[in-house]
């Protein structure tokens, strides 16, 4: 494989590789060097890069394995969205943005009770847009444990949240 192909292929996916790593080792720079030797990795397996079925999955998956042994021993806990994931338009007010902060602030307490698995699945589904089957190639898991979780993790926030709105009705 060539340098163009790296290019076009893998190198797209480093921010999506950042983010998920993030979410698993929860430190910035940590993540950062997970992905850029995650790219040196990659680049050193091109002549296996026909033999795999997707590049996209391969990268995911290494990105996970070696998030997880960088946690190994450290104890710390995923979180699922990297600080700045909650962008608001420009044209809102400060009050609407400060709503929508506090909206993902309590999102992500929700998702922090999630078992680990959950929050993987729930973040390649729903942040970075991973088809069940993308997921279940990823985390290596099979295609009714990705469906179920992502039930699960659903039904989780949903609860969550009209247990809060319920709580301020009061």
Not at 10 to 31: G, M, Q, W
Not at 126 to 141: D, F, M, P
Request: hydrophobic residues 35%; charged residues 30%; glycine residues 2%.
């Amino acid at each position: 494989m060539s340098l163009e192909t790296f290019n076009e292929k893998v190198l797209p996916l480093k921010d999506k590789l950042y983010r998920f790593s993030l979410s698993i080792v929860n430190n910035t720079h940590e993540a950062e060097d997970i992905v850029q030797e995650i790219m040196i990795k990659v680049w050193d397996k091109r002549e296996e890069w026909d033999s795999w079925s997707s590049v996209e999955a391969m990268c995911m998956t290494m990105t996970r394995n070696l998030s997880i042994d960088h946690t190994r021993g450290k104890h710390r806990r995923l979180t699922s969205f990297p600080e700045d994931y909650d962008e608001p338009a420009k044209d809102i007010t400060p009050d609407q943005k400060a709503s929508s902060t506090d909206m993902m602030h309590f999102i992500q307490q929700i998702m922090d009770k999630m078992p680990d698995l959950q929050k993987q699945i729930i973040q390649l589904r729903e942040i970075e847009g991973y088809t069940y089957k993308e997921i279940a190639e990823v985390l290596q898991v099979s295609m009714s444990q990705v469906k179920i979780n992502v039930h699960r993790a659903r039904l989780f926030l949903k609860n969550e949240l009209v247990k809060s709105a319920e709580y301020g009705n009061r």
